[in-house]
């Protein structure tokens, strides 16, 4: 039996032909995860607090997945130039979805906005625009095709991040332009970009593996070979949920 691992997903408030409201994914988030042993499981904003607990007691494990900004309400700021779109319903669903997951003890991969959630649910807060508010920082709102990776970032050799890549600098995609300000409570910065944009993080101590990186390890993966670095982020987390043992 392949593990259910659960992934979140955002909400279209005008799709379709009848402009209703529509759950919306990248499909490749579900074929990579299959590929490597799982069964996803979609979460939505549009379920219930219930059925989100009843299915998350199924799942071995929980990915946070990309989209949209993170409103920065649920940090305590208010909405500054250069915020990009947001969807309230969405993060608070994932907030909810996340401390139901820690509750649970499950394993968390949180993807680029996913790793920006998690920080604010830990309390941290976050940069709405890397370029207006960080002068200095280069374009980390690649424009470039999903296969090509943009820039380096340096890993903490301490880091569980640098023991499942087996690397202390690896060469990333970047498809962001909001990223952490403020660390969150109990989170410990491993990976930074050449500016000093934080780009991965883990929750020591914590009861249940929690990796955040800031880029997209899923979006070349059938490309690359097994030792690539974003295959191994893959594969660790497919471990932890319980495909081929524990990692």
């Not at 508010?133 to 296969?147: N, T």
Request: charged residues 25%.
């Amino acid at each position: 039996m392949r593990p259910l691992v659960a992934i979140t997903t955002t909400i279209a408030t005008e799709a379709g032909p009848f402009r209703r409201m529509q759950v919306a994914l990248y499909a490749l988030y579900v074929e990579v995860l299959e590929r490597h042993g799982m069964a996803p499981v979609l979460l939505t904003p549009s379920h219930s607090e219930s059925t989100i607990a009843s299915l998350l007691d199924r799942c071995r494990g929980l990915v946070l997945s990309g989209g949209e900004d993170v409103d920065p309400s649920f940090y305590g700021e208010p909405p500054l130039p250069g915020l990009g779109v947001t969807n309230p319903a969405r993060d608070e669903a994932e907030l909810l979805v996340l401390e139901l997951a820690l509750e649970r003890e499950l394993p968390i991969l949180a993807i680029c906005r996913g790793c920006q959630l998690a920080n604010v649910h830990f309390g941290g807060t976050l940069y709405q625009d890397l370029t207006l508010q960080r002068p200095g920082a280069f374009e980390h709102g690649e424009v470039e095709p999903w296969s090509r990776r943009t820039h380096r970032v340096w890993v903490d050799p301490e880091s569980e991040l640098a023991r499942i890549t087996g690397s202390e600098e690896l060469v990333i995609n970047s498809f962001h332009h909001q990223g952490i300000k403020g660390l969150g409570e109990g989170l410990r910065v491993v990976a930074e970009a050449e500016d000093g944009t934080i780009e991965a993080i883990e929750r020591p101590g914590s009861p249940a593996w929690f990796l955040g990186v800031q880029w997209h390890p899923e979006r070349y993966e059938a490309s690359v070979p097994a030792t690539d670095p974003d295959r191994r982020i893959i594969d660790a987390f497919a471990a932890q949920a319980g495909v081929g043992g524990e990692w």
